[in-house]
């Protein structure tokens, strides 16, 4: 059996099942103070023992095998979990391979293997909701350097009507900073989804999504597009990132067909915990 | 001896050489049509028959190996050159392996292998000239997708007192259309070598790269940045590029030492060349 956890900042979602993605049983623990959450993450792999453990983790974090620090949460604002040793804390309590990637790079993986990538070894996996980030298969590898992408704080252009000043408490009017759930909320005086009928305000999400597509497009040329997140089950902006992406790139590459190309996810919310079991995976045949 | 050809918009440089990049010969064909070009570049190496060649193409070009027009060049507005079997010419001229690459992926190949990121598994590669392009090495391979990185061409924000409205016949004011030598030509009236002194040009030109270097950052999270391109040998506009860099990023993500993070190319002028040394290896080995 292989165990998953997709740790976000509002819930850790722990899993087991096997390497086809199929979930045997699973639970969610509010994500609160890592004293009170990994104890609970600890007691559900007691109960239920597993060979490795993949983990997709909010971040940022430290994907650098070389680094003394590589496992670590690392600058998050959030209270208690700022360089907090993810990795080595289920090391001593489990002594398995660990995987660990940030949760978009491993919702990315599980589309890629079993969602609306299946079968490609390119894509990119976006997530749209209280915060934005992305991950991406590149050439059948999880894509990392220096560290891992930090995607959804890319600059964009304003919207020349658009007045709000942006809510990224480090760049202000980032991407993040003006089409996250929580800008969308700050700017329209209500939440995305009882705006769902307010045609302006999906016009204007598609403008700012179409932009990152356009300069993720250009600068990695993915063959699927994954539009996961929250905000993104307003289906109701596809099309306007579909003309817009068009106004943008001016046919300068050439694309699949657009709905075709930039899709819901095929797993639904599922992606990153099926991506932190094939994590899992990847992590015990490298040990084999 | 493997052979090499930087196949560019207005040269081809020819070389002949090995895999540890040394550069026995070479020569310079201007390109102007095929029908004249290419029998001079096809005479260069009946002269110095080679067991392999590696091209480093201007683009847009069809790396997709499964393509039917692998090996085109595809869309180029340049007379003569639009869908021309660029590998399909030298393989029915030499019948050896042909590796291919966009020129600055080439670049990148070169630069982490015997430049500015050697024995990095990872680097970009920017050339700033008379067109912007950057190539890209992620984890030890040639960034491609769907199809090979377009990366000048992503958006940037104007500049508010930037009041040239760009060159780019697709996009405007996208980076190429704001920063590459032909803008900088038209918004100032003189050619870039000409204005070396002039701090606000290289200002402006530092604020164009940096926003670029921002997304690249983000998006890709390279080890190691190399500008090259005539625009990039005023060396001036480096400290403009680190401190908007720093102003856009505020220390969102951690890097490097910027002097030492984003450098010239260790290989001067010939990052391109030995690169497609390099692919004339890699096609070399592959069929061994």
């Known amino acids: 059996m292989l165990g998953a956890i997709e740790a976000g900042g509002t819930k850790f979602v722990c899993a087991v099942g096997d390497e086809k993605g199929k979930i045997a049983d699973r639970i969610q623990i509010p994500t609160t103070t890592p004293e009170e959450t990994i104890p609970k993450v600890i007691d559900f792999f007691k109960q239920h023992p597993v060979e490795a453990i993949?983990?997709?983790?909010?971040?940022?974090?430290?994907?650098?095998?070389?680094?003394?620090?590589?496992?670590?949460?690392?600058?998050?604002?959030?209270?208690?979990?700022?360089?907090?040793?993810?990795?080595?804390?289920?090391?001593?309590?489990?002594?398995?391979p660990i995987g660990f990637h940030t949760d978009v790079n491993a919702a990315a993986l599980g589309e890629a293997t079993f969602g609306a990538a299946e079968g490609l070894d390119s894509c990119l996996y976006i997530t749209v909701g209280t915060g934005i980030g992305a991950g991406a298969l590149v050439q059948g590898r999880l894509l990392q350097g220096h560290s891992h992408p930090e995607m959804g704080h890319i600059l964009v252009k304003r919207h020349p009507e658009d007045r709000y000043q942006g809510r990224c408490p480090y760049h202000g009017d980032c991407l993040e900073g003006l089409a996250a759930g929580p800008a969308i909320e700050e700017r329209w005086g209500e939440k995305g989804i009882r705006l769902a009928d307010r045609e302006e305000v999906w016009e204007l999400e598609g403008y700012y999504i179409a932009q990152a597509l356009v300069q993720y497009i250009l600068i990695l040329s993915p063959k699927k597009i994954i539009l996961g997140g929250g905000v993104m089950n307003?289906?109701?902006?596809?099309?306007?990132?579909?003309?817009?992406?068009?106004e943008f790139l001016r046919d300068y590459v050439s694309l699949p067909e657009l709905s075709e190309y930039i899709v819901s996810p095929g797993l639904g919310d599922d992606a990153g915990i099926t991506g932190a079991l094939l994590l899992a995976y990847q992590a015990w045949t490298s040990e084999q």
Chains 1, 2 share one sequence.
């Open 234 to 246: 307003q289906i109701q902006v596809f099309p306007f990132i579909y003309q817009y992406l068009e």
């Open 54 to 96: 993949g983990i997709g983790s909010f971040g940022p974090i430290d994907v650098n095998r070389e680094s003394p620090t590589y496992g670590h949460i690392t600058s998050t604002p959030k209270p208690g979990w700022k360089d907090y040793p993810l990795v080595k804390t289920f090391q001593d309590a489990f002594d398995v």
